[in-house]
């Protein structure tokens, strides 16, 4: 059977090359994956399996069950004094399905999204996927791997369409000043575009600064697709439940696009999505302490070793220590630290050009786990 020209060259990413890697392996200390180590909460399994009994077990709205949508308004005004309606929500099948959506909705072939390197690698196939151009703007450490307005204007042709923002960031855990995305709205309003703000990790943020949501900066509201799910913030990833704040020409296109794709999200875990959203507050704040503190024991291990430096905990779950002191180059190090030591982290060179020089380093284990995978490291890096 011969496959599209398309996908003829299609090749898995180095995310993917480790993900694929481990599962022949046996022993690995696994700090690759973001996912967190915390099995959903007891209650929120109870919440899927009652939905069940209730009688929940046909085909949902397309644009998801309107509960589903209140919680998710009611949790963002809660925590981030976002205000929305329901009407403006969209569920979709793990935060990831959103930009596909959003992109197919938005981008006319050639268009071009601007994307702070280093970016989640998704990101660029999404874009590409979607016919549009993905335009890298590399950031650099000594600004904390923000992005620079002066680099944005230089990056900008009257073909840029939008921008895809993440913050807390997945690679590099860097938590954006509130001044900083003022600067990018002003950008945005000169510019007439759209962002599209992955905001999946809002609830870890640990500079001292809250989280700052993109969508509140005025003039944004209308031109934000904001980006959110239950998967980290709820321990939720297998239950694959995501949503979107957005206009409503664009959500009613979302779930046009989606019935043609998955028709509505699963009945069980939308309903298990909502419990969480009304009742672990709690649970999400003791959470993310845990994860901080996880954080600041790997940075401080990692700046003892030899030709590894490392920046201080900000956000999400990740650290993106720089190993080119070592003389090994991102994908050099990731395979042989596998291979000789079995520990597994992923290739900075995987999430742009700007990361090569860095791996990135999930903290999504117990304290144990970590100490384990740090002195291996470390073991390591004392032999090269």
Known sequence: MKLAEKFSTQKPSGMVRVFQAIENMQGV????????????????????????LDGFTYYPPLQGFRDVREAACAYWERHHAYKNSPDNV????????????????????????????????????QIRGNGGVPVTIKTHEENNFAPSIQ???AAATPRTRGIILNNPCNP?????????????????????LFVLSDEIYESMVFTGEKHNCF???????????????????????????????????????????????????NTLSQKAAAYAMNTQDEKVASRAKVFQTRMELVSKRLNNMKGVTCHSAEGAFYLFPKISGTGLSSEEFTWRLLNEAKVAV????????????YVRIACTQSMETLEKSMDAMQEFCDRL
């Open 29 to 52: 200390l696994n700090l690759s994956i973001g996912e967190p180590d915390f099995v959903t909460e007891p209650d929120i399994t109870e919440a899927g399996a009652k939905a069940a």
């Open 90 to 125: 969209y569920i979709s099948v793990g935060s990831l399905h959103v930009p596909w959506l959003a992109l197919s909705a938005l981008l006319n072939p050639g268009d071009e999204i601007l994307l702070f390197e280093p970016y989640f690698t998704p990101y660029a196939a």
């Open 151 to 153: 680099e944005l204007r």
């Open 172 to 192: 590099s855990g860097r938590v954006m000043t509130l001044k900083q995305l003022e600067e990018i709205a002003e950008f945005v309003l000169e510019r007439d």
């Open 215 to 265: 969508a509140n900066i005025p003039g944004m509201k209308e031109r934000t697709l904001l980006c959110g799910g239950v998967s980290k913030s709820h321990c939720m990833t297998g239950w694959r439940i995501g949503y979107v704040f957005a206009p409503k020409e664009i959500i009613n296109v979302m779930c046009v696009l989606s019935s043609f794709q998955t028709y509505g999200v």
């Open 346 to 357: 992923l290739p900075g060179s995987a999430f742009g050009e700007t990361g090569e020089g």
